[in-house]
């Protein structure tokens, strides 16, 4: 009961606050902690999916009208946690250890820069770009497409494991992300490091804005992703992927076909980036080889093991921490740092005014980063949120899964 | 009338030595034993019946098929599953999961099945968690269902290996000395667990054991292995007197062999 009142309260006072400071970022920082807090609180399963589904359905964009860019914020968040949703089928289920993912967000996102950009036109001759319609069917087109190419690159390597595996796919991210630089000769696929632009946005009913659009989009995307997460976990498939990634020899021999299953955990990771990729390149308009580097594939490996191997809400938190942290938290500490430099402050008889360039805050913005990942493995290696294995009741046959603890 | 499971002439090298020299071996129902000193080559003969290692030369039949070439999940789904020397469970899945996943050759889901949880879904998961739970209660750990593996104790990590085997509904069940680390008595229940699932199951089971007098009791006849080949075979009280086996554990005189457990 105090926990209800509580949570209940959380929400109301942080999104009170936000519009009262519409521009505090410690303020917005408590709100997405008031929504933590609802999802671990010990309250009823019916106030939480409320408060949740108010917290993002309603008040979210409502935040987002009086700042846009925590409405920015969101939607990246929602776009990352939907990659490291996938990834996380990949390494933390099958326990494939993939190093270049952000190589199928790239895929489904030339697929639509391309044919829903005027672009094409210099492949095809004319008749493009597609109508803005044609991006829903794009939806598809690039989970398929991603999907391929997560098959294709499950062939070679299905032989390989832990450190060979990672290093392979680790080249295969750099080869797809090298063709995204020079396929622009001999016949202009990608327009090389130029990039394309303008990429097509999809038509809306009612005149809705477009950022509130994306968000509304990223979220269901994010939603159904999750429930296609939940099931593949809980049916043969899952265990199979598990079995794998405890001991492969063993698994073989319990019958589960290797190839099979690395294939299908290779394509089910994939498709989820595909479609993020899809509506990553219209809500940017510009795409360019930039936007897929190594650097993107180890962020999202980075936020399902701060989250939690193999767990749902963890590659969920872990996105939301990692991308916070490097979108909010990080650059307003350098913000903040450089306001007290401006400002002649003196920390112990030293003025900051005095500090060299080499020291400028947003120089180690990184090695903060750095430090806090290095932080979290040493006091909580498990993850912020680590699998639970769910705990079922034998006596009825087969009663819906329940967790245990919070 | 051909036997249930066959091989002739098997051939195993590992570079310049030979782990299996031509051995013929067939069984059928009921439980046979394969003995034979360490380094016998008894473990390479398993994982050569199971798929896990080709043979150089040879041929191996189950009902028949011949199994050489095939995956060991192909294997499996034929009918022929083990369990492992070194016990090989999946440590961080619960008991029951562990159980699920041994019958994932007679899961016929797809991934599309698994996606849109369609009634035929929930009719087969209802079904396995069923004879999962049954499974378990065979091999007494129905309570433990809900434990990680890794935390299981020893005796139950090994009664939870033949239920996972038990799951694949094989017809012939290779156990790799799964009495190890077993106190006499424990390995006891084991034995008349076995010798009811032969009875109740239709059964054939092969045992690799060094536990003599389990082996002795419990087979209905013993094959024994020393350097690659077999060098007797029969009822359990005929291979114990057999010159040459003692010979193979306890060695001749003069030579320098480490002594065994002698049958």
Redesign the interface.
Known sequence: MIHAVAAVAAVALSVTMVAVFPRSILVFLTFQGSMLFVYVARIPAWLRAGLLALALLVLMPLIGYFNGYYLEVATQVGIFAALALGLNIVVGLAGLLDLGYVAFFAVGAYSWAIFGSPHANLIFGGGFPLAPGWFYVFLFVGLAVAALTGVLLGLPVLRLRGDYLAIVTLGFGEVIRVLANNLDKPVNFTNGPKGITPIGRPPLPFGIPYSEAFYFLVLLIVVVIIV?NR??ED??????W??MR??E??????????VRAKL?AFA?GASFAGVMGVVFSAKQIFINPESFTFLESIGVLAMVILGGMGSIPGAVVGATVVTVLNLQVLKGFSLWLNELKNAGVTVLGYSLANLPTQLEPAKYERMVFGIILVVMMIFRPQGIFPAR?R??E?AH??PPPTEVGP | MTALFESRGIVKRFGGLVAINRVDYSLDRGISSIIGPNGAGKTTLFNVFTGLYEPDAGEVTFRGHSLVGLRPDQITALGVCRTFQNIRLFANMTAIENVLVGMHARVRLGLWDALTHRRKFHQVERGLWRRGSELLDRVGLRANANEIARNLPYGDQRRLELARALASEPSLLLLDEPTAGMTQGEAGDLMGLLRRLVVDLDLAILLIEHNMRVVMEVSDRVTVLDHGEKIAEGLPRDVQGDARVIEAYLGRRSTSRSPRAAP
Do not use: N
């Not at chain 1, 020899?249 to 290797?258: E, F, K, R, T, W």
């Open positions: 296609v099931r593949l049916s043969h498939i899952g265990r199979a598990e079995a405890e001991d020899l063993a698994a073989q021999a319990m019958g589960v076909p290797l299908q089910c294995r705990q079922r034998l046959p087969h």
